[in-house]
């Protein structure tokens, strides 16, 4: 598809013209070439381009005015500017101007190519955007989940085909993955929405106000009880219950969830009456639900009765493509709500969050952005406010194969021999490996003495 696009490169600099003429026409653009302002003012009147690539400095009228020019021209053509002289406040002015993204010399050939790449594929994207409304909307903004990695289409899929059904869904994913959202999707898309979705948060409650906010208690039944209360599940009757943290319930409440969900019907604490009715059950949790009932932490006979439908939701590090969707709806949301005119966030700063592992997913996320919008003083999010909200916040040392080990997390006590051991075994696997077995040769790998390659072998593996 780079073929059909044609690309303006404005430099008073040859060999810099000549350069960029080389990179981008071996990409497959269509590649025109402008000495000055003036000159590719006039190429903009006469021709049509999707991206204008333009210095600051031409020695004539500013990059500046060309990117006004290209956008008088046509509002949709993407301008990227690039300059030696690049200070914040000439990066802000050129956003602020409509161009889509500020690059500095000396640039990354590989990074300035696929700012290019990824500014025309969304200009294709805004152009489609009409005859694909529909479609779009269901894939990036299903029922307020944002998205459009394959794995939540995945999950968009699923929510379709099982949202008619009354079948019991169980959703697990880490904490701040948005379960909640998925829930709600399932439950508005079905013929119970304009029923009674009731939220049920099953961790750090006793036992006995647990069974009274899932069944309801008579007057008198325990200590406070001073009158007679109706049930979350009688509250949710012809509607929706999500339980959420469904694996904090201790034993006695899987017992009576248990009976609950198979009769369809309960007694209210110190009630003799049941009471029948018809609820759909989705549960969310972010452990591993099968691996709890092989400890025999959970009931297996309730696993299976919650789990007839399973969602897992996967982790923000495993749908990068999405970081951007969210950032820019973060971005529209906390603006609005501050009263703040914050566009968006630079391409920079959105490749600087996606080699962020984020270890809170979408919550983190989203507090990340709420946080930058309120200390913002331009209308552009650039790297350096997201740098102070996650290095300062966390000193991440990366392990192996992607795995993290958080330094602040000392100061609440960690097992050092515990992780020493995971890199330790990690990389004596590796040299294994590399080696087909030869232990003298895997011990050359790690500059060992045979004599210790053996010890550590025989203490990790």
Not at 163 to 183: C, D, Q, R
Not at 368 to 396: D, F, G, M, Y
Not at 397 to 403: A, H, L, S, V
Request: charged share 25%.
């Amino acid at each position: 598809m780079n073929r059909q696009h044609k690309i303006l490169v404005v430099d008073d600099e040859l060999s810099m013209r000549e350069f960029l003429d080389m990179l981008l026409s071996k990409e497959g653009y269509k590649v025109s070439l402008s000495k000055s302002g003036n000159q590719a003012a006039k190429l903009i009147q006469n021709n049509s381009y999707d991206l204008v690539l333009s210095d600051i400095q031409l020695g004539d009228i500013t990059g500046l005015d060309v990117l006004k020019e290209a956008k008088k021209k046509d509002p949709d053509t993407v301008v990227i500017m690039i300059s030696a002289y690049s200070t914040t406040e000439i990066a802000v002015e050129a956003m602020n101007q409509g161009a889509y993204d500020f690059v500095p010399k000396p640039f990354n050939n590989i990074e300035l190519t696929h700012t290019i790449a990824r500014a025309l594929e969304l200009r294709t994207l805004d152009h489609e955007k009409e005859s694909r409304s529909a479609e779009l909307k269901d894939h990036l903004h299903f029922n307020r989940i944002i998205g459009n990695s394959p794995g939540m289409q995945a999950i968009y899929k699923c929510i379709q085909q099982i949202a008619p059904t009354k079948t019991n869904v169980l959703i697990t994913g880490e904490s701040g993955t948005g379960k909640e959202l998925i829930a709600r999707a399932i439950h508005e898309n079905s013929d119970r929405r304009d029923k009674p979705f009731v939220v049920v948060n099953c961790g750090g409650i006793s036992d006995t106000l647990m069974e009274s906010e899932f069944f309801g208690h008579v007057k008198g039944s325990f200590t406070g009880a001073i009158s007679n209360k109706i049930g979350l599940f009688e509250a949710a009757n012809a509607g929706t219950i999500f339980l959420d943290e469904i694996g904090e319930l201790s034993t006695m409440l899987q017992v009576k969830l248990l009976r609950a969900v198979q009769e369809t019907s309960f007694k209210p604490v110190g009630g003799t009456a049941e009471i029948k009715v018809d609820v759909r059950i989705i549960s969310a949790t972010n452990k591993k639900l099968d691996q709890e009932v092989i400890e025999g932490n959970f009931r297996e006979d309730l696993f299976f009765r919650l789990n007839v439908i399973p969602i897992k939701v996967p982790p923000l590090r495993d749908r990068q493509v999405d970081i951007a969707l969210l950032s820019s709806h973060f971005t529209k949301k906390y603006s609005d709500k501050m009263g703040k005119d914050i566009v968006k966030l630079s391409s920079y700063a959105i490749d600087f969050l996606k080699k962020y592992s984020f270890p809170g997913n979408v919550r983190e996320l989203e507090n990340l952005i709420e946080r930058s919008v309120a200390l913002s003083s331009t209308n552009i999010i650039l790297p350096e406010s997201l740098t102070i909200s996650i290095h300062k916040k966390r000193s991440w040392i990366e392990g192996i194969k992607g795995q993290q080990f958080d330094l602040e997390e000392v100061e609440q006590g960690v097992d050092l021999d515990k992780i020493l051991s995971i890199i330790e075994s990690a990389y004596l696997k590796k040299a294994m490996e590399l080696s087909g077995g030869n232990k003298s040769q895997a011990a050359n790998y790690l500059n060992l003495s045979l004599r210790s390659m053996r010890y550590r072998l025989d203490k990790s593996l």
